[in-house]
C-alpha cells in the first residue's frame, strides 16, 4: 500500500528528468587518470553513468577512446559498450 503523498512524490520524481551534473576540472582529470590507467593496465574499471532516467553503474575494460564520437568503448560479459564522456559522472 502506498500513501497518496508518497504516491505524489514518486509521481513528481518520475515528471524531473536527470540531468547530468557539470564536473569540477579537477573532477574530469581524475576521471580521466583513472581511465588511463585502467587501459594501460588492461584492468576493469566501474563507471557511473548518467542518462536521462537516472545513474547507472557500468563495470568493464575498456578497450578504446573514439575521439569522433568523444566516448569509451567498453567490455564486460554483456559485451561492448559506448560510453559518452559527456555522461561519465563518476569512476570507482
Known amino acids: ?3 497518496p503523498e508518497h504516491r505524489a ?7 524531473e528528468p536527470y540531468v547530468v551534473p557539470q564536473l569540477h576540472e579537477d573532477a ?3 576521471i ?3 581511465v588511463q590507467q585502467a587501459m594501460a593496465r588492461r584492468q576493469p574499471l566501474k ?8 545513474e547507472h553503474t557500468v563495470e568493464g575494460r575498456i578497450l ?4 569522433e564520437t568523444r566516448s569509451l568503448q567498453i ?4 559485451g561492448r559498450f559506448q560510453i559518452p564522456i559527456q555522461n561519465i559522472v563518476r569512476v570507482l
Open 1 to 3: 500500500m502506498i500513501l
Open 9 to 15: 512524490r514518486m509521481m513528481e520524481q518520475e515528471l
Open 28 to 30: 574530469s582529470v581524475e
Open 32 to 34: 580521466e587518470y583513472r
Open 47 to 54: 563507471i557511473i553513468v548518467g542518462e536521462a532516467d537516472g
Open 64 to 67: 578504446s577512446y573514439r575521439s
Open 75 to 78: 567490455h564486460n560479459e554483456w
